[in-house]
């Protein structure tokens, strides 16, 4: 007497019990990571006269490094004479601007002869954008939805520890004052290079209550000096590779384009 067909349903999976589906490669590739663009910037002797201006420290240079994959930036703050205004700029001089050059310290944003505010860049792929104020780079940051890696340079502990305390106040201010503008609708990190201004930058942002923008920073696994023309992006592969294969959630490149490329395949 032939079984119902409920019934041979049940004794085929008695016997024989599904197999469970094997992973998929797909799933077994690590999460991609970030990409936090850098402009690179030449290495040895008199590096500034072969500085291309590569920092994305303006709206034109946001852009593009967004279009090229990027989810967040490393620009630079500097400060001008006794602290007065905050600006995203590298180079310690105006070398790569119009105009007279000057150290960034020694000019004011925008009174006398030398003034910064108004300049041009004069080289490389942003030729024709200008400098801005942090507060007005953090809104470009803002509106193209990207994360903001913050060096403030060395230089500008002239006046950040300055021994002029009306100078130290008001140049904290000026770093300070529009991240708790911001930051509660963006992602701001802040670091420096400078042990002493990296102290100070703690105890202020502790007490200003942000200290939430010393953390998030992304990984530099890049092996490769700086230069112009600038070197084969071929040379950081293996580094690269150990990242990737390491989970890190950021990686900070000087080849965003290359890197995005590289990952396809490898990440999801």
């Known amino acids: 007497m032939a079984l119902p067909l409920a019934a041979l349903t049940l004794a085929s999976l008695l016997v024989s019990p599904p197999l469970a589906s094997a992973p998929s490669a797909h799933s077994a590739l690590p999460a991609c990571p970030q990409i936090f663009s ?47 205004k905050a600006v995203m700029w590298h180079n310690t001089s105006t070398w790569g601007l119009t105009g007279t050059k000057k150290n960034i310290t020694d000019i004011w944003w925008a009174a006398g002869d030398t003034a910064l505010k108004g300049r041009t860049i004069n080289r490389g792929l942003f ?23 913050v060096e403030i340079k060395p230089e500008a502990k002239r006046s950040l520890l300055s021994s002029d305390p009306a100078i130290k106040s008001r ?34 942002v502790s007490a200003a209550g942000l200290s939430q923008v010393l953390s ?30 390491s989970g890190a959630k950021r990686v900070a490149t000087d080849f965003t384009p290359q890197f995005k490329t590289w990952l396809q395949g490898k990440c999801q």
Do not use: C
């Open 38 to 84: 850098h402009g690179g910037y030449p290495t040895g002797p008199n590096a500034w006269e072969r500085d291309q201006v590569r920092q994305p420290n303006n709206p034109t240079a946001i852009r593009r490094y967004k279009a090229w994959g990027a989810s967040g930036v490393e620009a630079d703050l500097q400060l001008t004479k006794d602290g007065t």
């Open 127 to 149: 030729q024709g954008e200008t400098v801005y104020t942090f507060r007005e780079w953090l809104a470009s940051m803002r509106s193209a939805g990207m994360v903001g890696l």
């Open 171 to 204: 140049a904290w201010a000026e770093v300070l004052g529009p991240v708790k503008e911001s930051y509660r609708s963006q992602e701001i990190i802040l670091y420096s290079h400078d042990s002493a201004l990296t102290a100070e930058l703690r105890n202020r």
């Open 216 to 245: 998030g920073g992304p990984v530099w696994p890049e092996v490769t000096d700086w230069e112009e023309p600038p070197p084969s992006w071929r040379l950081n592969e293996n580094a690269w590779k150990t990242t990737l294969q």
